[in-house]
């Protein structure tokens, strides 16, 4: 890392979502109703968070950089990644489908291998919560590419 | 591998559990889903929501249910009906969800009212009732003035003569901005002549959450639809004083405003919708869903025990929505809550 | 007074047999409910609405509050084993119910929850038969005002949860509170900060936080962490599942303090569980004499605010039954079930169905005790989940969180919410932002609005005016002093701690 120091650029970050914080406020539209219109306490809780990240990054320009874990880098993106994808799919695979592709695979990538094992643990699981919530909640959870 | 397997064993145990739970509901109650006894259309096939667009408790939210007890009691559909909760802005929140993302499915209905209307206009939100298909107008229901028990009001004329004295000092407590509940308040301010920019009006999510106010003396006044203070009045913990519409109530003799001597009428309605875009064959059967559901014993029972006036219809719903749309734009307007 | 004639009645209702099962099945499904991150009661209640049409009322209710006490008692549970909060009142929970679990003692922290559920659960009953139509007096006196008060209150418990750097709490919080603004205001009708996304209109659930900023978040943490998870996977601590003599000790005062906290603002219909939860926690941090554990494992953090979110339960049935008000999500669905059966929930129920209000206090009574003999073995059970491989634990618990949040509203944007809220989560975890003061805003953020512009109508729009109220004062002057004198023994702490905590923080590494 070429940063000194992490929270700085943490702090320049939260100035950037206090500003969008502040942004969206101070579009509200005036409701003309009422002593206190809906975009005051956002306009004040978005200033607040700008302040947090002046406060945190002068904080950091003099202090120490503290030693960071290095990432594993791998498993992380993977697991980004297939969360991301589980939930895109979550509706157009349906929920048995993209469950047991994901339980299994985020399975493997946090490190199990037993597959056999792993494969009858996300079928069987899935298939459980789905009575739990379909059969006995009436939740109606998508069907997907399944004929349900 | 004995050890992996003990670990799953585990995993089952606590799912065993679960559905153990579960089960002893699911069969320990009458069920629900019996097939379906007749297919004359093929209109419900699956689960039907009905989307009440207030927190649960309020007047959109039992309208909706008893509308959901009689379909499943009255054994109108054979098909789960479930009642999903969508506060906010007097219904526009949820209609504004139903629109965006049901459009076109016959089986996701929603109740809107003269609230979603009015809110729709001050609010100016994008989403308007004009957009749903329209099934039935449901019901009719007055509002209600009240006034905390110890309250020196005793009439609605007493009120105007406050609010003559010092409109801010009344404070109001109600539903939604730009729902019945606050065109009432601003009416009556403009009643006592007053400006409606003096009018102290103090919104809530809903009759319930101002009920609390109301009763402990927060605020001077509080209206709301009859049905949402019908216990609190009862129990003598508020006062009412007068009621909006012209019609008196069948058992309680709480006085209407234009017997009070103020000329003014007001009466709410609900409406059964379902999203835009649904085909004319699945509007009219559940036009006469609505129908069965309306003659059923418990809808009438439901009219009888929450003094709704039985307003039930599925015809000309189009004009009739755009008639209050325009009518109340003009209202809003004239008291100065619509700019 | 015939309380007791009438409690005795409301016990032969509840205990007929048809009436017992149904306190059984409400308790375990409660409890279902309550680990299952997303699914919380009052959903649940909702759900089994019309299968209980046909019911009588009777049994309906003695379900409905064992499905709302369990809950309470079940919420803790997936918060202390794998930091995922089962219930948004569970929040405050994971903080150090989750350490304890790391060092092995996820037994006694459940024990500590279910005991403390119990101790709580009982007084609030007490609380709500001696009180119900008394204590409604008192709650009906909180304004607007108050409230907005009450809430700031709430928010200063913050210092207890801010880990060690003010600007990071400082910038949790203030995100928090505007997070939860996000969508249509609901005194107005206008969007705010939604930019044009459709999605964000209808605002971002409590549940989307918890579920995203721990349970995502935490996986992602996991992942990052592979190796090190590896190693720890082997050395996996493990303690006796009882609680020790001293843990006993410890939790005995925090469980009062909690049941008292929890059962007071249970009682004001405009705050609820997690407010205090959260209070509790700053309560028990700012009176004990082990304030530097707290956030590493200390059992005061488990047993004050899981004390507490019960009693809230049991308080918030007073405003429901003393007033026919709701004063959560809970009590609001049943409120709509009162009314389908023809009810109206209120003082004149006490008169009109003794048998149904005295039948449902006496069941939550026994439901209570069947909690603690089904809970205290489960602690057992719960305890071996943490056996299962942690790959198909953490791959459980995201598809569960996936299946809570869909059953929410059903709406895939949801889980898009949940999804960036868990990316933020991790970076908020590595990067040592404290992340449950962000749920706290998250809370709090919609009632501060709200009741400061309902307070402000009612001052004329001053805010001198509203601040002056007695009740507003009062409560403002209490959060001060709460406020000054921990930040006192916080920077008395943060001096002499900083050993402490660099050698905790080897051995937990």
């Known amino acids: 890392m070429t940063l000194r120091h992490p929270d700085a650029i943490g702090g320049l970050a939260v100035v950037a979502l206090g500003v969008v914080v502040l942004a969206g406020a101070l579009t509200t539209p005036d409701a003309q109703f009422g002593v206190v219109g809906p975009a005051v306490l956002p306009s004040v809780f978005g200033i607040l968070v700008v302040l947090s990240g002046l406060w945190l990054t002068a904080v950091s320009l003099r202090a120490d950089p503290p030693v960071i874990e290095a990432l594993d880098a791998r498993p992380l993106t993977l697991a980004v990644t297939a969360v991301a994808l589980y939930f895109a799919a979550f509706v157009p695979l349906g929920f048995i489908v993209s469950s047991v592709a994901f339980f299994f695979g985020l399975s493997w990538i946090l490190g199990s291998r037993a597959v056999l094992r792993d494969a009858v643990a996300s079928v069987g699981f899935v298939l459980a919560l789905y009575v739990l919530f379909e059969r006995l909640l009436t939740v109606d959870l998508p069907g997907g590419v399944l004929p349900l | ?339 | 007074m015939d309380m007791l004639g009438a409690l005795a009645g409301g016990f032969a209702t509840a205990l007929t047999p048809q009436n017992l099962l149904y306190a059984f099945i409400g308790v375990l499904l409660g409890t279902g409910v309550g680990v299952l991150p997303g699914i919380g009661p009052a959903l649940t209640i909702s759900l089994l609405l019309p299968v209980t049409f046909g019911l009588d009322p009777v049994p309906a209710f003695i379900m409905f509050g064992g499905i709302y006490y369990g809950a309470m008692y079940g919420g803790s549970t997936t918060s202390i084993l794998v930091n995922t909060p089962g219930e948004s009142s569970s929040v405050v929970t994971a903080i150090d119910g989750y350490q304890m679990a790391k060092r092995g003692r996820a037994g006694a922290a459940l024990a500590t929850a279910a005991i403390g559920s119990f101790v709580a659960g009982t007084i609030a009953t007490v609380g709500l038969m001696i009180g119900a139509v008394a204590l409604v007096g008192l709650a009906v006196r909180i304004g607007p005002p108050e409230y907005f008060a009450i809430m700031i209150l709430a928010l200063l418990s913050v210092t207890g949860l801010s880990g060690s750097s003010v600007p990071k709490a400082l910038f949790a919080t203030a995100f928090g509170l505007a997070l939860g603004l996000v969508g249509m205001d609901n005194q107005t009708g206008q969007l705010r900060m939604t930019f044009g996304i459709s999605e964000l209109e209808d605002g971002i659930d409590v549940v989307l936080g918890a579920i995203g900023l721990f349970a995502v978040g935490e996986v992602f943490w996991v992942a990052s962490t592979w190796r090190a998870q590896q190693d720890e996977e082997r050395q996996t601590l493990r303690g006796p599942a009882r609680m020790t003599r001293d843990e006993f000790g410890r939790s005995i005062a925090p469980w009062m303090r909690g049941s008292v906290i929890g059962f007071i603002i249970g009682v004001l219909p405009g705050a609820g569980a997690a407010i205090s939860s959260f209070m509790s926690y700053a309560v028990e941090r700012r009176v004990s004499k082990h304030p530097l554990e707290f956030g590493k494992g200390a059992i005061e953090g488990v047993a004050g605010p899981e004390a507490s979110n019960n009693a809230a339960a049991g308080g918030n049935l007073v405003p429901l039954l003393g007033l026919g008000i709701p004063g959560s999500g809970t009590t609001a669905v049943m409120i709509a079930a009162f009314q389908i059966y023809g009810l109206q929930p209120g003082p004149l129920l006490f008169d009109q169905r003794p048998d149904l209000v005295w039948g449902l206090i006496a069941s939550l009574y026994i439901a209570n005790v069947a909690l603690l003999i089904l809970n205290l073995p489960l602690v057992g059970l719960w305890v071996k989940l943490l056996d299962i491989p942690k790959p198909l634990l953490y791959a459980g618990i995201l598809v569960v969180s996936a299946v809570g949040v869909y059953s929410i509203d059903r709406r895939p944007s949801d889980l898009a919410v949940v999804f960036a809220l868990g990316v933020l989560g991790f970076l908020m975890r590595r990067y040592d932002y404290p992340i449950a003061p962000l749920l706290l805003g998250l809370v709090l953020g919609p009632l501060i609005d709200l009741n400061f512009r309902r307070g402000m109508i009612m001052t004329d729009g001053s805010v001198l005016t509203l601040l002056a109220r007695p009740g507003t004062a009062a409560i403002l002057a209490a959060g001060l002093i709460l406020v000054l004198v921990p930040q006192l023994v916080r920077l008395y702490g943060r001096v002499s701690g900083r050993r402490e905590l660099a050698s905790l923080g080897e051995i937990d590494d």
């Open chain 2, 1 to 339: 591998m004995p050890r992996s397997m003990r670990r799953l064993t585990a995993l089952w145990a606590a799912l065993a559990l679960l559905l153990a739970g579960c089960g002893g509901v699911g069969s320990g109650a009458p069920a629900t889903s019996a097939p379906a006894a007749k297919a004359a259309s093929d209109y419900p096939t699956k689960a039907i929501d009905v989307m009440a667009p207030a927190n649960p408790g309020g007047g959109f939210d039992s309208t909706a249910r008893i509308f959901q007890k009689a379909l499943t009691d009255d054994k109108i559909v054979s098909v789960n009906v479930t009642v999903s909760n969508k506060p906010g802005a007097g219904g526009t929140v949820g209609m504004a969800e139903l629109i965006k993302n049901s459009a076109g499915d016959p089986y996701k209905l929603i109740m809107v009212g003269r609230v979603t209307v009015g809110s729709q206009i001050t609010g100016k939100t994008e989403a308007k009732v004009s957009q749903l298909t329209p099934i039935a107008r449901v019901m009719a229901e007055t509002e209600v003035i009240v006034a905390p028990a110890s309250s020196p009001f005793n009439s609605i004329k007493d009120v105007i003569d406050a609010l003559k004295r010092d409109p801010k000092a009344v404070k109001i407590a109600g539903g939604s901005a730009g729902g019945i509940d606050h065109e009432l308040a601003a009416l009556l301010v403009k009643e006592a002549g007053k400006d409606v920019k003096d009018l102290a009006y103090v919104p809530f999510a809903g009759g319930g959450e101002a009920a609390a106010a109301i009763i402990g003396g927060q605020v001077q006044l509080g209206i709301s639809g009859y049905g949402e203070f019908k216990g609190q009045i009862d129990a003598k913990q508020m006062k009412a004083i007068a009621i909006s519409a012209d019609q008196k109530l069948k058992s309680v003799s709480i006085p209407t405003l234009k017997e009070g001597g103020v000329n003014i009428g007001l009466t709410n309605w609900r409406l059964l919708a379902a999203p835009p875009g649904i085909s004319e064959a699945d509007t009219a059967r559940l036009k006469e869903i609505a129908t069965k559901v309306h003659d059923g014993k418990t809808w009438q029972e439901a009219i009888e025990k929450n003094s709704w006036f039985d307003s039930f219809t599925t015809e000309n719903l189009i004009t009739f929505v755009a008639t209050e749309q325009s009518s109340l734009t003009a209202t809003l307007t004239a008291l100065g809550l619509v700019k």
